[in-house]
């Protein structure tokens, strides 16, 4: 992926847009956050924090967060946001030394697993800082969808380059949804729930052919969750 913060030229484009856009606010925040379930006094790491919007969430939730992301001003937007939250500019590709282990209750990864090169060793490194009794959360886009938008061969695991409606140009992983499944197994998770959401009634008023395609295609995203193996 390089070194470079492909979020960063257009953070608060992407704060305003997924404030209350129907993938972000009807689709993948409500299903992760359902994963996560109860998160009243714990300690929550999220993983490629963007502008703070699941911290605030989680925040609101009763939860104390700590947010990691690779853009700069994805983390000044996260300090604005969410005053009481710990914020760190972090690339991915690097360990976490930051973080002792067994020292966060649970993980939010939503939505960037597919710009991370190597990630069995980030994810061996969210295990490590996960308490044994935790769990992560992470959600992907759906691999049937990226396959049917870019085709090719489903299996290949490849970077491939988008540029998204907003003129965002992004690059990022395609992968299978068993290389997701090995990698998590790798890192020494098991994998305890996934789930092909559907968006919420509400997102029906927002874009009718969205709420349809979505309701019925798996073209959008998946969420999964996973607990530390106690065998490994
Ligand atoms: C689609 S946004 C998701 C943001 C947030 N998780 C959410 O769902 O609202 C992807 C985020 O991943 C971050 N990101 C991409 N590559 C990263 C890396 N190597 N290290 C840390 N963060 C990264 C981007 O800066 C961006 O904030």
Redesign the pocket.
Same mark, same amino acid.
């Given at each position: 992926?390089g070194s470079h &913060?492909? !979020?960063?030229v257009f953070?608060d484009e992407?704060l305003d847009h997924?404030r209350e856009c129907f993938y972000?606010a009807h689709y993948?925040?409500p299903a992760c956050l359902e994963l996560l379930g109860e998160v009243s006094g714990r300690r929550v790491l999220? #993983?490629?924090?963007? &502008?703070g @919007? !699941?911290a605030e969430a989680l925040v609101a939730r009763g939860a104390g967060v700590i947010g990691?992301?690779?853009?700069p001003r994805?983390i000044e937007l996260c300090r604005q946001r969410v005053p009481s939250g710990e914020f760190h500019v972090?690339? @991915?590709?690097d360990p976490l030394d930051q973080l002792p282990d067994d020292s966060v209750d649970q993980v @939010?990864?939503? @939505?960037?697993l597919e !710009? #991370?090169d190597d990630r069995t060793a980030l994810l061996r490194e969210l295990r490590r800082v996960l308490r044994p009794d935790g769990m992560l959360v992470l959600?992907r886009p759906h691999p049937t969808g990226d396959w049917l938008r870019h085709g090719g061969s489903y299996f290949d695991a490849r970077v491939i380059e988008e540029v998204w409606s907003q003129g965002w140009r992004v690059r990022c992983w395609l992968a299978p949804l068993e290389r997701t499944c090995e990698e998590l197994h790798h890192a020494g998770f098991l994998i305890e729930r996934l789930v092909e959401p559907r968006p919420t009634a509400e997102a029906a008023a927002i874009n009718r052919a969205s709420y349809e395609r979505l309701s019925s295609e798996p073209t959008g995203f998946l969420a999964i969750r996973a607990v530390p193996d106690p065998r490994r």
């Open positions: 992926m &913060p492909q !979020y960063d953070a992407f997924a972000n993948d925040r999220d #993983v490629a924090c963007g &502008p @919007l !699941y990691l992301d690779h853009s994805m972090h690339d @991915l590709a @939010l990864f939503a @939505l960037a !710009y #991370v959600s």
